[in-house]
C-alpha cells in the first residue's frame, strides 16, 4: 500500500504558514501531515488549536523545544495525535514520536526500546551531524540518538528546529528530512510505496 503525507515542522505560530500548507494540500492530495514542533513560538494553546484546525488533513506530531507544556492539549482538543513516545499506524506504516531538544536520558532510553522495529522516527531534534548545522557551522543535534538509529534502523527520521540547514539526506539506508521552518513557507513531501521512499522538499 502507498501512503503520501507533508512534513511539517517549525511554524513558529505564522498563520501566513497555513497558506503554504493549503496550497501544498490541493496540489499533492496527501493522506495525513507529520508536524515536526514549533507550533508555536513560547505562544498559547490557543494559537497552536487554531493552526491545527486549519491544516487540512490528519496530523500526527510532537512538540518543540518553543512549545510550552500545555500545547500538548491542543492536539487533544482539535481531534490530532500527539505521538510524544507513542507509536501510531498509517496506511502499514510504523511512527513514534520524541518532543523538544536536550533529551534527558530517562526518555532516550524510553524512545530507544519503544522505538525498535518502527518505520519512522519523528523528532523536533534532529540526529547529530545530520542536518543539523546552524548559521554558525556548529552541529546541534542529538547524540544520544545516534546509536538508537543505528541499533534500530528506521526507514526514514524526521526533524526541524536547525531552519538553516532543510535537506534530505540518505546514509546507510536510512532517509533522513529537515523540511525547513513552516514559518519560512517550507515543507516536505514524503510518499512511501512497495517499502521505497520518495522524499523531496516543496
Given at each position: 500500500?502507498?501512503?503520501?503525507?507533508?512534513?511539517?515542522?517549525?511554524?513558529?505560530?505564522?498563520?501566513?504558514s497555513?497558506?503554504?500548507?493549503?496550497?501544498?494540500?490541493?496540489k499533492?492530495?496527501?493522506?495525513?501531515?507529520v508536524?515536526?514542533?514549533?507550533?508555536?513560538?513560547?505562544?498559547?494553546?490557543?494559537?497552536?488549536?487554531?493552526?491545527?484546525?486549519?491544516?487540512?488533513?490528519?496530523?500526527?506530531?510532537?512538540?518543540?523545544?518553543?512549545?510550552?507544556?500545555?500545547?500538548?492539549?491542543?492536539?487533544?482538543?482539535?481531534?490530532?495525535?500527539y505521538?510524544?513516545?507513542?507509536?501510531?499506524?498509517?496506511?502499514?506504516?510504523?511512527?513514534?514520536?520524541?518532543?523538544?531538544?536536550?533529551?534527558?536520558?530517562?526518555?532516550v532510553?524510553?524512545?530507544?526500546?519503544?522505538?525498535?522495529?518502527?518505520?519512522?522516527?519523528?523528532?523536533?531534534?534532529?540526529?547529530?551531524?545530520?542536518?543539523?548545522?546552524?548559521?554558525k557551522?556548529?552541529?546541534?543535534?542529538?547524540e544520544?540518538?545516534?546509536?538508537?538509529?543505528?541499533?534500530?534502523e528506521?526507514?526514514?527520521?524526521?526533524?526541524g528546529?536547525?531552519h538553516?540547514?532543510?535537506?534530505?539526506?540518505?546514509?546507510?539506508?536510512?532517509?533522513?528530512?529537515?523540511?525547513?521552518?513552516?514559518?519560512?513557507?517550507?515543507?516536505?513531501?514524503?510518499?512511501?510505496?512497495?517499502?521505497?521512499?520518495?522524499?523531496?522538499?516543496?
Open positions: 500500500m502507498a501512503t503520501k503525507f507533508l512534513v511539517i515542522s517549525d511554524i513558529h505560530g505564522s498563520k501566513r497555513l497558506n503554504k500548507i493549503n496550497a501544498a494540500y490541493h499533492y492530495e496527501p493522506d495525513f501531515s508536524l515536526c514542533g514549533d507550533i508555536t513560538h513560547f505562544g498559547k494553546k490557543k494559537i497552536a488549536v487554531e493552526i491545527l484546525e486549519k491544516i487540512p488533513t490528519d496530523v500526527i506530531g510532537v512538540l518543540g523545544n518553543c512549545d510550552p507544556g500545555q500545547i500538548e492539549q491542543a492536539y487533544g482538543e482539535t481531534g490530532e495525535e505521538i510524544e513516545l507513542k507509536i501510531t499506524e498509517k496506511d502499514d506504516v510504523t511512527f513514534i514520536g520524541l518532543s523538544g531538544s536536550n533529551y534527558s536520558e530517562e526518555k532510553q524510553t524512545f530507544a526500546e519503544r522505538s525498535e522495529g518502527i518505520d519512522v522516527f519523528v523528532s523536533h531534534q534532529p540526529v547529530y551531524g545530520i542536518l543539523d548545522e546552524n548559521s557551522g556548529k552541529h546541534i543535534g542529538s544520544k540518538l545516534l546509536p538508537i538509529i543505528k541499533k534500530n528506521p526507514k526514514l527520521v524526521l526533524s528546529h536547525v538553516e540547514d532543510k535537506g534530505i539526506v540518505e546514509k546507510k539506508g536510512t532517509v533522513y528530512m529537515n523540511p525547513g521552518p513552516a514559518a519560512d513557507d517550507n515543507l516536505g513531501l514524503v510518499k512511501i510505496e512497495d517499502e521505497k521512499i520518495n522524499a523531496k522538499l516543496i
